[in-house]
Nanobody, 125 residues
Framework: QVHVEESGGGSVEVGGSVRLSCVVS????????MGWFRQTPGKDREGIAQ????????YYDDSVKGRFAISQDNSKRTVYLQMDRLAPEDTAIYYC??????????????????WGQGTQVTVSS
């Protein structure tokens, strides 16, 4: 059974930084497509970053490009999302997900098979 667990969420002030972690078992993160999504009440879950092949391929949504960075530590089976220069519109529940392959045209929730429970990030002024 695949287990996906996020951590690192919390409250932060505008302009601050947060690093989210996602531990996956038993899959090896460098052999799968790993993605971060986020969701706010009343809206669809949106894909914001994904990584494949130990970082050889990454994708960022325009809303986070230049502020967020996705990375992975294969030895720890962990994927990270470093979030800098946070803004109130970044407030959301953040989800980590695992897929067999990445879609580089568009991040779709249907591409991903396994999901964590999510971690809340709240950005306040």
């Amino acid at each position: 059974q695949v287990h996906v667990e996020e951590s690192g969420g919390g409250s932060v002030e505008v302009g601050g930084s947060v690093r989210l972690s996602c531990v996956v078992s038993p899959y090896k993160v460098n052999e799968h497509c790993m993605g971060w999504f986020r969701q706010t009440p009343g809206k669809d879950r949106e894909g914001i970053a994904q990584i494949y092949a130990s970082g050889a391929h990454t994708y960022y949504d325009d809303s986070v490009k230049g502020r967020f960075a996705i990375s992975q530590d294969n030895s720890k089976r962990t994927v990270y999302l470093q979030m800098d220069r946070l803004a109130p519109e970044d407030t959301a529940i953040y989800y980590c997900a695992v897929a067999t392959w990445c879609s580089w045209v568009e991040m779709k929730t249907t591409t991903y098979s396994y999901w964590g429970q999510g971690t809340q990030v709240t950005v306040s002024s």
